[in-house]
């Protein structure tokens, strides 16, 4: 009997590259026993609003970039829909795709949603919010919402990286308590990151022995505010080598963490902006949804 695939398309995503393969996945699909119906957003939050629908199939598919994936996980978890997701990176940077070891091959990605087993797969609830890599703020994070669509189009990650240069230009410091597990860290940082991804904010990356996406712990990184060149070129340096066991840095994992900030501060749930906040409350959801990759 053939099952019923919920296909839900960011139509401006990366370079638009869907477009040229919407038939090829189609066809893949058909080939792996699903009937497919196609979805398209129209309108930031609708992919959102579309899963009070899924509950009427056996898979979800999201063809997008990391913002519209983390619309279809809100809407899972918002509606409570308990089916299969898998996920065609069609985005510019990808973090998510790369962290899960994603092929960015479209015909690949479809193949492998079908014929590849569920992974149970950590989400993080910020607030009332979900996300499905990290939430993050400051340096670095402005770059993931700040940089046109048409821009990062052309640019791809390197558009990331020019944003982020501008970041390094005007470093403000965030004076909060963090509280995570049991332990407090109170400080001045330049910027913050509750992940559970290898990469995120189409910059930081981290080592692949550092990080489990399905263990119930965050990986937390939270960067100093260097008090001189020496403590930047630290910084710097300890990015592109992803060490992080230096006086700039605090790397810990928690399953759940709170942010005391001592001024509302403005914040990135998957590389989408969320409105400055007060007290921050983040939950590791272990093994949330089934992912097929």
Same mark, same amino acid.
């Given at each position: /009997?053939?099952? *019923? ?9 990366? *370079?638009?590259?869907?477009? +040229?393969? &919407? $038939? ?12 497919? +119906? ?22 979800? @598919? ?6 519209? $994936? ?22 510019? +940077? ?13 015909? *690949?990605?479809?193949?492998?949603? @079908? ?12 607030? +009332? ?21 048409? @821009? ?23 004076? /909060?308590? @963090? ?18 991804? *290898? ?17 119930? &712990? ?76």
């Amino acid at each position: /009997m053939l099952k *019923k695939l919920m296909l839900i398309i960011n139509p401006v995503a990366g *370079k638009k590259r869907m477009k +040229t393969y &919407l $038939l090829d996945v189609i066809q893949i699909f058909g080939r792996g026993g699903f009937i497919t +119906t196609t979805f398209v957003t129209a309108r930031r939050g609708e992919a959102t609003e579309m899963m009070q629908l899924a509950s009427d199939f056996d898979l979800v @598919v999201c063809a997008g970039g990391d913002g519209t $994936l983390n619309e279809v996980i809100c809407g899972m978890m918002k509606y409570k829909v308990n089916i299969p997701l898998g996920y065609i990176p069609c985005g510019s +940077t990808n973090d998510f795709a790369s962290s899960m070891g994603i092929s960015l091959d479209i015909r *690949k990605c479809a193949e492998s949603i @079908v014929t590849g087993g569920p992974l149970p797969l950590d989400i993080g609830k910020f607030n +009332t919010k979900y996300f499905s890599y990290v939430a993050s703020f400051g340096a670095f994070t402005a770059a993931s919402y700040s940089v046109p669509q048409d @821009v990062k189009n052309f640019w791809g990650h390197a558009a990331y990286i020019f944003e982020g240069i501008k970041d390094l230009q005007s470093i403000k410091p965030y004076h /909060m308590k @963090v509280e995570a597990d049991g332990k407090t860290y109170d400080g001045d940082y330049v910027f913050g990151a509750i992940a559970n991804s *290898k990469s995120f904010g189409g910059i930081v990356k981290l080592k692949d022995e550092l990080v489990s996406l399905n263990d119930g &712990l965050f990986e937390v990184l939270l960067i100093k505010m260097p008090k001189n060149i020496v403590d930047l070129n630290t910084i710097i340096n300890s990015l592109t080598q992803s060490k992080f066991d230096n006086k700039c840095f605090e790397f810990f994992k928690a399953s759940k963490v709170k942010i005391i900030p001592s001024e509302p501060i403005a914040w990135s749930l998957d590389g989408e902006y969320m409105h400055p906040g007060d007290e921050i409350n983040v939950t590791n959801i272990h093994g949330a949804i089934e992912f097929c990759r």
